[in-house]
């Protein structure tokens, strides 16, 4: 029998509740409440992710139109543009004592005069302020919505709204064709994908929805491969090609492919899985000419912009190979390990929504719980995912800090700027396949479902209640 005819055993475990039945009520209960009380445009880098996904939406796959400084941007119609406007400026600004949350926001946007907007209006030109380096592949369902709501001729909160409600239930899908592949993982998957870090991802517009539910797909795929002995070459390719496009950190995932032994699948297929995600990836970059807006850090900082040029930077690895695991290592410490751990769980907003400090180690607690079980794999097969887990959470990480490095940091810095938590919740499968493969052992069924909706609807609340709290003052 296949071992992902998981029915059969719920119903021997006294089971009713279908894993992915039940983690699609809670994303998209949760996820539609988190779009609801998140305010318009207070996702990490939310401006600049809409902004993308509309440029998209109007054709502008490969970034073209730039201004008169060389920043490269999106035309947004007037009249869509008089409700972004409004919103980039409220939450662009200082915020002090008197600061009564969005409810006033939220007032004075409806009670204004209606914008009087020629049909002819120009078009203003909006920079997208770094997320020209992202590909298409990152934003469809969004960029699907925009261009409904452009047919429809959507004014700009009605067109903000669809595209992030597009996006959870895309998002939510990927993820639960996911679960329905690898029943081993289905719990663990639960609790790894409503980490508020990860339920947030999905629920504002960003690159990170799309990085996570696609890196979980391609962990299934991997998983299902050793564990039922089914080849799937060119789905496993495919899915591939579309995670290394969501965000360039996430083409480390290739390596998973290498779960299953070549000599059993043959080292062609095991090189048509793998290498065209690689091969679309550096095309994509090398065809957007890899912009990550470097202007942004220059006006944030006050440096040079030669400070900040990755290429000038990889150069300089040529002659200076240790500087980059100099600053790599120089970044270590207890405080940045404490801060990775709380982000990866949830810190939200644009770093200032944050939960209550006894949650980041409750859902910490749970969320392990479910990463224990027992793979029906000889110790061989066991031994083998551990090594190649261990080393894509190797290559992930080295991924993350050298793009940061390249992106982010100053070329005499000592520590590398920009890593943040989040950045991680992508590998976190592979750390639940790595734990079971070398423990091999866990609580059942029921107790593994038990510890997961428990840390799904922690995570839900906690990450509502931070969000009334820090934007609504409730």
């Not at 504002?204 to 080849?231: E, F, K, N, Q």
């Not at 850090?297 to 040029?309: H, K, N, P, Q």
Request: charged share 15%.
């Amino acid at each position: 029998m296949d071992i992902y005819q998981s029915r059969p055993v719920r119903r021997r475990l006294g089971l009713t509740l279908s894993p992915v039945a039940a983690f699609v009520a809670l994303s998209l209960v949760f996820g539609s409440l988190i779009i609801i009380a998140a305010p318009p445009l207070r996702g990490p880098d939310e401006t600049a992710h809409f902004l993308r996904a509309y440029g998209i939406a109007q054709g502008d796959f490969v970034p073209s139109a730039s201004d008169a400084q060389g920043r490269k941007g999106v035309l947004l119609p007037a009249r869509l543009y008089h409700g972004f406007a409004f919103f980039e400026a409220t939450q662009v600004k200082e915020k002090g004592e008197e600061w009564t949350g969005y409810g006033a926001v939220f007032k004075d946007y409806f009670s204004r005069p209606p914008a009087v907007i020629a049909p002819d209006a120009p078009a203003v030109f909006v920079p997208y302020a770094g997320s020209e380096g992202y590909s298409p592949v990152a934003y469809l369902p969004q960029a699907a919505a925009a261009l409904v709501a452009r047919v429809l001729d959507l004014e700009f909160l009605s067109t903000f709204y669809l595209m992030r409600f597009a996006g959870l239930a895309a998002m939510t899908a990927i993820i639960a064709f996911a679960m329905g592949i690898a029943a081993p993982l289905a719990w663990p998957l639960i609790a790894i994908a409503m980490l508020p870090a990860a339920v947030y991802g999905r629920s504002v517009i960003s690159a990170d929805g799309s990085a996570v539910a696609c890196a979980i797909v391609v962990t299934a795929l991997c998983l299902r491969a050793v564990m039922s002995r089914l080849r799937l070459p060119a789905q496993t390719a495919c899915w591939m090609a579309l995670n290394a496009l969501t965000k360039p950190t996430n083409v480390a995932l290739v390596l998973l492919g290498l779960i299953s032994p070549a000599r059993q699948t043959g080292w062609a297929r095991h090189a048509l899985m793998i290498l065209p995600a690689v091969a679309l990836a550096l095309l994509w970059t090398w065809r957007s000419g890899a912009d990550t807006a470097t202007w942004r850090m220059v006006e944030i900082t006050g440096l040079e912009l030669s400070a900040f040029d990755p290429l000038a930077k990889l150069l300089a690895l040529l002659d200076q190979p240790l500087r980059f695991p100099a600053a790599m290592f120089g970044t270590f410490s207890v405080e940045h390990f404490a801060g990775l751990w709380r982000q990866l769980i949830g810190v939200l907003g644009l770093f200032d929504t944050v939960l209550q400090d006894w949650v980041y180690p409750a859902v910490s607690v749970l969320l392990l719980g479910t990463f224990f079980t027992q793979l029906p794999l000889t110790p061989a097969e066991r031994a083998r995912i551990a090594v190649v887990t261990a080393m894509t959470l190797c290559a992930y990480t080295l991924a993350v800090y050298l793009v940061c490095y390249l992106v982010f940091t100053p070329a005499d810095a000592d520590i590398i700027w920009g890593v943040q938590g989040r950045y991680f919740v992508p590998v976190l499968p592979a750390v639940a396949i790595l734990l079971s493969a070398v423990v091999n052992y866990g609580p059942d069924e029921r107790l593994r479902a038990a510890l997961a909706i428990a840390c799904a609807v922690l995570s839900g609340g906690a990450s509502i209640q931070a969000i009334l709290e820090t934007d609504w003052h409730i």
